[in-house]
């Protein structure tokens, strides 16, 4: 980080603070704490620090290719695909008038600053009714909406039990607040304006107009975690980093790649080393966020044991943090961390009760002691907290399933759904429920949306599979097995052994014996009881000796293992062992 990243980082931390966006402000502060100190103190004595009291559009290099590869995403007329979205700096004379008229009008911002960090919004936009600046405007939209937002969600909850009510709040005042910045250019108004268009849907509007404010003014970390929530899949996101009017090795567009494949349940590798760059002596050593979000991607990696390691560390240099508790939480329930999940639970309970992610970790503590009513009271209590938190939905659901109550399991995932389409644990609960039920098309049709969202997951093609075969569709189960061979480990016997059995239903042995097989030299390699493979070694013995031209030496070997072990299939394995000694006496020498 050169310094003059430091300070357009250190800035951010008061322009956005200034315009209400606390999450963003935050951020910024807690990433600017993660920095060395001695390039803090650089600032105090470069005579060029210091605040600013307003925030024009920079100028940014642009990308050199600035085309949407052919996506069904984004509309062929958008205006990002001409390359109609490059940021403008705005002349010197028209940033002093818009810094002259925010120092004319200090009064009615401090004024109204002060009324939106009490939550005070109406008295906001009233105070600031006869100012002009792009800041005094911003704040006063911004208000604006959240005084619709709350309106909404109160009208919403008044008729939350009534047929035929919508499943999720929607503000009707949304194409008001649209006509009033849709001729925006000030970075801070395009952000409200990609906010509108993407509460509205109409995402790929929303990006181009969240790919201007952020060209215009990068560090607002709201605009970005907005950009994110866009993005439908992985290759939506490879198509749009090429787009960002930053380098692919700037800090901001690492971390919005990082952030967006964790949201997207995907993380690879590439995320993981890209983590480990950020928390290096040239960025943000010891920054509890970037830790978190290294967290996270080893949890979607499945490394619960390096992701545990990596929340005690936060926990070392944060013990305060609620923020991706809950994360720390499922990995202790997985790993089935009794006695470190319980004593995180108490502890968080005292510090902070009211936060969605505690009741999530406290809902995880009783679900592992098998007490689920509990656990959903917890749950519950989150989502009325925060009626847009993912996670709680989908664990009450879960809970649901334990409690072998599909018809509210359903209800709970489709509120997850509503929540984020994206999310393909939703959608695989909702295929578990309807699998509980019997109706097995239904959830057929869960597991595909599952699977197209995480399609390198073994277990959503055992699903797949498992479903197939209840309804008599034996070689499309095949098919989503083989599928999941490939994301399987080398050393899993299980889906092999699947697979050989219905090959063996579909009267295949020569396909069957191959996969018992490979079931034999896994055990054997790994050096698993005999009891483990005795079937499927008495199964290509047979084989090889009915088959003319059989391979009756590897028969023998394999029916000898299995007589000379303590499995149950000793005594078959015996009788093989005599039939195969008569074969032998009547085949000619060679």
């Not at 545990?308 to 926990?315: A, D, V, Y």
């Not at 039939?579 to 032998?584: A, R, W």
């Amino acid at each position: 980080m050169d310094l003059q990243l430091v300070r357009e980082l250190r800035n951010s931390i008061k322009d956005c603070s200034e315009r209400g966006l606390v999450a963003a402000g935050k951020w910024s502060a807690e990433l600017y704490l993660s920095i060395l100190q001695h390039k803090r103190d650089a600032l105090v004595a470069d005579p060029g620090t210091g605040f600013s009291t307003s925030t024009p559009a920079r100028a940014y290099s642009p990308r050199p290719s600035l085309a949407f590869p052919a996506s069904p995403t984004l509309a062929a007329g958008s205006t990002i695909a001409s390359g109609a979205h490059k940021p403008s700096s705005e002349p010197p004379a028209s940033q002093e008038r818009a810094a002259e008229l925010e120092q004319a009008e200090e009064a009615s911002l401090l004024a109204a600053q002060s009324f939106v960090t009490s939550k005070d919004f109406s008295r906001a936009v009233h105070v600031l009714r006869s100012c002009r600046s792009d800041k005094a405007q911003f704040l006063s939209i911004y208000c604006q909406f959240l005084i619709s937002e709350k309106k909404t969600e109160r009208d919403w909850y008044k008729h939350y039990n009534i047929r035929g009510h919508p499943p999720i709040p929607f503000n009707r005042s949304l194409l008001y607040h649209l006509e009033v910045v849709k001729n925006a250019t000030d970075p801070w108004l395009l952000f409200l304006k990609g906010l509108f268009l993407s509460r509205l849907d109409r995402r790929e509007e929303a990006i181009e107009s969240i790919i201007l404010s952020i060209g215009g003014y990068p560090w607002n970390w709201s605009a970005w975690a907005l950009l994110g929530r866009c993005i439908g899949d992985g290759e939506e996101l490879s198509s749009l980093l090429p787009l960002l009017p930053l380098p692919a090795s700037h800090p901001l567009v690492q971390f919005f790649q990082i952030k967006t494949m964790n949201e997207l349940n995907s993380p690879t590798e590439n995320e993981l080393v890209m983590c480990d760059r950020l928390l290096g002596e040239d960025f943000f050593r010891g920054s509890p966020w970037v830790m978190s979000l290294r967290a996270c991607v080893l949890y979607h990696l499945h490394d619960f044991g390096q992701a545990e390691k990596q929340f005690e560390k936060i926990l070392t240099v944060a013990p305060y943090r609620v923020d991706d508790i809950d994360v720390y939480s499922n990995i202790l329930y997985v790993t089935e961390n009794r006695l470190k999940l319980s004593r995180l639970a108490h502890e968080f309970l005292e510090l902070d009760k009211d936060r969605p992610e505690v009741c999530c970790l406290v809902g995880n503590h009783y679900s592992l002691r098998a007490e689920h009513e509990k656990a959903v009271k917890y749950f519950r209590r989150a989502t009325e907290l925060d009626r847009t938190y993912l996670s709680a939905w989908t664990l009450m659901g879960h809970e649901y399933v334990e409690m072998k109550n599909s018809h509210a399991a359903i209800e709970a995932y489709r509120r997850a759904v509503d929540v984020n389409r994206k999310d393909y644990r939703a959608w695989y609960g909702l295929g578990q429920a309807y699998e509980l039920l019997s109706m097995h098309q239904y959830a057929l049709y869960y597991y595909q949306r599952a699977t197209a969202l995480r399609p390198y997951d073994v277990r959503l093609w055992q699903a797949q599979a498992s479903c197939y075969e209840e309804i008599g569709r034996t070689r499309d189960a095949v098919e989503c097995l083989k599928r999941a061979l490939l994301g399987a480990d080398a050393r899993e016997t299980t889906i092999n052994l699947k697979l050989a059995k219905l090959y063996e239903e579909l009267d295949e042995p020569a396909e069957a014996v191959a996969y018992h097989r490979r079931v034999v030299e896994i055990c054997r390699a790994e050096e698993r009881p005999v009891q483990d493979y005795a079937k499927s070694s008495i199964y290509v013995a047979r084989h090889q000796m009915v088959t003319p031209g059989g391979d009756l030496s590897l028969a023998k070997e394999y029916l000898e293992r299995v007589a000379s072990s303590n499995a149950e299939e000793v005594t078959q394995a015996t009788d093989w062992l005599k039939k195969l000694k008569s074969v032998l006496l009547l085949r000619p020498p060679p």
